[in-house]
């Protein structure tokens, strides 16, 4: 009897650790994975508090970062250029570093194109750096008479590489770090939307930026691209 009695008393300890375990994992959930938490504008966010449909940079500090909407860069000449300023004429954007021996002159070398088809027209031409510790405006200013590149179309700039990359991503959706940049050209309209993406490299894609550009400088209006 007395051994009967301490194996009952031992399965029931058992099963009480088995239910808390069970418990703890159901509180817990699947390993690995994290609770999705409602928060007060019902906007699902992970496990580390960061809104998955918020228009914000994921947290760093005790606030979120807006995401750019505007940039103020510094030009080969030493002068401010900022974005606000662009407005009123479409604009084709870029990212390069002067260092690439040769995908960025190729690059270039489309820009120079759309210089010289564009020449005296409301058309400006941005190349940003992305290697802006050695691409500093005199830099730039040498680079640029390699394309002569005019001052009044053809801007290039530069300022700090973090900034750079926000530039990149959270204004023209596309990836730029220290010496590596997208292979592509954004055409910018005058109101300042996003209205086209192209791989400079293929010749259709190049040949429908300039027929793009030739719509918005005869004054028709492309639909803005979200990416």
């Given at each position: 009897m007395k051994v009967m009695s301490t194996l009952l008393a031992l399965l029931a300890l058992c099963g009480a650790g088995i239910l808390v375990a069970l418990q703890g994992c159901s509180e817990r959930g699947p390993a690995g994975s994290a609770h999705v938490i409602g928060t007060s504008d019902d906007t699902a966010t992970d496990g580390e508090g960061t809104s998955r449909h918020s228009r914000k940079r994921p947290k760093s500090g005790a606030d979120a970062e807006e995401w750019l909407s505007s940039f103020e860069l510094?030009?080969?000449?030493?002068?401010?250029?900022?974005?606000?300023?662009?407005?009123?004429?479409?604009?084709?954007?870029?990212?390069?570093?002067?260092?690439?021996?040769?995908?960025?002159?190729?690059?270039?070398?489309?820009?120079?194109?759309?210089?010289?088809?564009?020449?005296?027209?409301?058309?400006?031409?941005?190349?940003?750096?992305?290697?802006?510790?050695?691409?500093?405006?005199?830099?730039?200013a040498e680079y640029a008479k390699r394309f002569d590149a005019d001052p009044k179309q053809w801007l290039f700039l530069t300022g700090e590489m973090d900034y750079i990359a926000r530039v990149a991503a959270e204004m023209y959706f596309l990836s730029a770090a220290r010496r590596f940049h997208a292979e592509k050209f954004v055409l910018v309209d005058a109101q300042g939307n996003n209205v086209g993406f192209y791989n400079w490299s293929d010749p259709l894609q190049f040949k429908q930026l300039q027929d793009d550009i030739d719509k918005l400088l005869d004054g028709s209006e492309l639909p803005p691209v979200m990416k």
């Amino acid at each position: 009897m007395k051994v009967m009695s301490t194996l009952l008393a031992l399965l029931a300890l058992c099963g009480a650790g088995i239910l808390v375990a069970l418990q703890g994992c159901s509180e817990r959930g699947p390993a690995g994975s994290a609770h999705v938490i409602g928060t007060s504008d019902d906007t699902a966010t992970d496990g580390e508090g960061t809104s998955r449909h918020s228009r914000k940079r994921p947290k760093s500090g005790a606030d979120a970062e807006e995401w750019l909407s505007s940039f103020e860069l510094i030009e080969r000449s030493g002068e401010t250029v900022r974005s606000e300023d662009l407005k009123g004429q479409p604009y084709v954007v870029g990212f390069f570093f002067t260092l690439c021996p040769s995908i960025c002159l190729n690059q270039n070398a489309k820009v120079q194109e759309l210089q010289e088809k564009y020449r005296g027209q409301p058309l400006r031409l941005l190349s940003i750096s992305c290697d802006p510790e050695v691409d500093r405006p005199k830099v730039l200013a040498e680079y640029a008479k390699r394309f002569d590149a005019d001052p009044k179309q053809w801007l290039f700039l530069t300022g700090e590489m973090d900034y750079i990359a926000r530039v990149a991503a959270e204004m023209y959706f596309l990836s730029a770090a220290r010496r590596f940049h997208a292979e592509k050209f954004v055409l910018v309209d005058a109101q300042g939307n996003n209205v086209g993406f192209y791989n400079w490299s293929d010749p259709l894609q190049f040949k429908q930026l300039q027929d793009d550009i030739d719509k918005l400088l005869d004054g028709s209006e492309l639909p803005p691209v979200m990416k």
